[in-house]
């Protein structure tokens, strides 16, 4: 599929450095490509740690996309023509949907582009109820109002994880 540019926005975000703080502007490009190219994805989640180079053959480096490539809804954010940001959904289109694999390059982090990302997502189905699992982004999810679930999780382990 040829990729699909939604719109340029302009990004004005405040950070705290020491006791000042800057502006930065980015130029965000928001795509909803699914095919994101496997070398760059590869390097965002080694970046974020989700996987190391000692663990991917060129076998999986090749195929990287292919739960990209195989979910329903994919989000992309672009600076430069350079991959800074992703997340793929799985949805029934109606009921359900599950958010997986969103991830921001640690340099481009905490200036909104992951919430805009989840904020597409939701946007791409209005009627359905949103669930993720995940540890260590809770506070992020809480922040743009995710509530926690008492629910069991209950598994089981797949080849990959
Ligand atoms: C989680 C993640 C995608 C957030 O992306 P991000 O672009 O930094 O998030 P945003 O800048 O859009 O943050 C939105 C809000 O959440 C807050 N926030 C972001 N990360 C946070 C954290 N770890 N703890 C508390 N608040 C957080 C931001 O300050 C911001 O608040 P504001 O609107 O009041 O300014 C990013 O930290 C990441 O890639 N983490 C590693 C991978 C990961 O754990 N992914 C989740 C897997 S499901």
Partial sequence: MKE????????????????????????????????????????????VGWTTKADTTQEMLKNFNIGFLNSTFVFSAWIDGKLVG??????????RSIILDLAVLPEFQRHGIGKELVQRCRNACK????????????????????????????????KWC
């Fill in 4 to 47: 699909k540019v939604l719109f340029q926005p302009t990004y004005f975000s405040l950070f705290p450095h020491g006791k000042e703080r800057h502006v930065i502007e980015m130029n965000v490009e928001y795509k909803n490509i699914k095919d994101l190219p496997c070398e760059e994805l590869y390097e965002l989640f080694l970046a």
């Fill in 86 to 95: 992703c997340v793929r959904v799985l949805s029934d289109l109606h009921f």
């Fill in 127 to 158: 009627s359905s109820e949103w669930s993720v699992q995940t540890d260590k982004a809770k506070r992020f999810y809480e922040k743009i109002g995710f509530i926690e679930d008492i629910d069991y999780f209950l598994r089981i382990p797949g």
